[in-house]
């Protein structure tokens, strides 16, 4: 600092250059912040050196936005009330209660589908009524990246539409739509999987279930332990926009051990 | 700035007022209106997609929340909410992404300094509403009209501009300081 060319002290325009430049260090910039909200001259200096410079960017390129950060503001900015989210709780109470009645006859086909479809897992002890003419969950190959030890069951009356896989030690979820079933119309709307967390806190988006096929999602910490269940809500394509289930409850499951 | 947001100035300052009183339709309106704006000169600014998304996110809350402090007097509203979106953008740049800051921008695209500046010059000399910046830019020296572009187009900090001019901290102040002289003297005169 010794070469200083300019020894003079700067005048207030100067400052508000610097100021608008981003050159000031912290504690200049905050003495210039704090005094242009008292110093009207000072706080149209700025303002001018703001409408000089801005011309720079006359012929600067718009750059689209990437998906996602629009939704993920407004979720910042603008998170439902708790009134919605009671309501989406509710809503969730009366499919809690259709799951657990049917529950027996959904593991006992879901495990039939696990050892068919999915080379997931080898339970320690069978869950429940497997049909004697399925082959043995044992013969099935084991991936020794993936070993499910939870899982959890969504269908309707007349059928099963997912069923995901837990693999907590790989911290991996696998969720399948059984045969060459269609899920739903991807181009319409998604049905995004919910953690429903035992706090009460409110729900925590798991991703999207795919409409065919499977899917790998990734398994947050925690997501057996703290988890009282699972609920697929209908949302716009992409996945809710505000960050919470905005859709009405379509399904819901508990994780059932495997293991 | 160009005509079309010019015409869409009164538009732009009525949603920032209805954002004041809470319209949540009125601030994505906005959004919808300005942020690929804001993000094209946050990416040249930071380079880095991620960082440019951050800031870009924390300029609109801070749009959201201080949108009753825009006032007309002060100059256009896309101004007001560019000059937003720099602070944070510069703020990040000095304050939370420290001494790595110029290094991790170079690796993710700075131009040479020659061509940053060149570039510039040939994309305002293009446009006619820029005509007068541009005839008052010629008249600042080479060297302190290349310092006060890099400094407001490219974010760089005095240390960052000696370092890669290779010249004293103090020699960079003075060319800026003389380069915001000039300028400000001719566009004044020719007001």
């Not at chain 1, 997912?162 to 045969?179: E, L, N, Q, T, Y």
Request: hydrophobic content about 45%; glycine content about 6%; overall charge negative.
């Amino acid at each position: 600092m010794s070469d200083i060319d300019d020894i003079t002290e700067p005048d207030d325009s100067m400052v508000a250059l610097e100021y608008v430049l981003g050159l000031l260090d912290r504690n200049e910039f905050a003495a210039a912040d704090a005094r242009r909200r008292a110093d009207l001259a000072f706080d149209r200096e700025i303002s001018a050196w703001e409408t000089r410079l801005v011309r720079f960017y006359a012929a600067e390129p718009a750059v689209t936005v990437p998906a996602g950060v629009r939704d993920r503001l407004l979720a910042r900015l603008f998170p439902p009330a708790p009134e919605e989210i009671a309501a989406w709780r509710r809503g969730l109470a009366l499919w809690r209660g259709f799951a657990l009645a049917a529950s027996v006859g959904v593991i006992a086909l879901g495990v039939a589908l696990l050892a068919r479809i999915e080379p997931a897992s080898a339970p320690s002890t069978p869950i429940a009524q497997v049909p004697a003419t399925l082959p043995p969950i044992a013969a099935v190959p084991a991936e020794p990246a993936f070993k499910a030890t939870y899982c959890a069951l969504f269908k309707t009356d007349e059928r099963m539409e997912w069923i995901v896989w837990a693999d907590p030690r790989s911290g991996k979820m696998r969720a399948i739509v059984p045969g060459s079933q269609v899920a739903y119309a991807p181009d319409q709307h998604a049905m995004e999987l919910w953690m429903l967390p035992a706090d009460g806190s409110a729900p925590r988006s798991l991703g999207i279930l795919p409409a065919s096929g499977k899917a790998e999602l990734a398994m947050p910490t925690g997501l057996i332990e703290e988890a009282k269940g699972l609920a697929v809500s209908q949302e716009p394509p992409g996945g809710s926009p505000t960050g919470l289930p905005t859709g009405p409850v379509l399904y819901q499951s508990p994780w059932w051990s495997l293991g | 700035m160009s005509t079309e947001i010019e015409a869409d100035a009164d538009q732009l300052a009525d949603w920032l007022a209805r954002c004041a009183l809470g319209d949540r339709r009125a601030f994505e309106r906005l959004y919808d209106a300005t942020s690929r704006r804001l993000y094209g000169i946050l990416l040249r600014l930071m380079k880095r997609r991620d960082w440019a998304e951050e800031a870009l996110q924390e300029a609109y809350v801070k749009i959201w929340q201080n949108a009753d402090q825009y006032r007309a007097d002060r100059g256009q509203p896309l101004t007001w909410l560019i000059s937003i979106a720099r602070y944070r953008a510069l703020d990040m740049l000095r304050r939370d992404k420290g001494e790595d800051s110029l290094d991790e921008r170079r690796e993710a695209g700075f131009e040479e300094v020659d061509e940053v500046s060149v570039e510039r010059m040939q994309g305002l000399s293009s446009l006619a509403e820029t005509r007068d910046l541009v005839r008052c830019l010629e008249d600042i020296q080479l060297e302190q009209r290349n310092c006060l572009i890099l400094a407001y187009c490219e974010g760089y900090s005095h240390s960052e501009l000696s370092e890669t001019l290779s010249r004293p901290v103090g020699t960079i102040k003075s060319w800026i300081r003389r380069a915001g002289q000039v300028l400000k003297d001719c566009l004044e005169g020719l007001a």
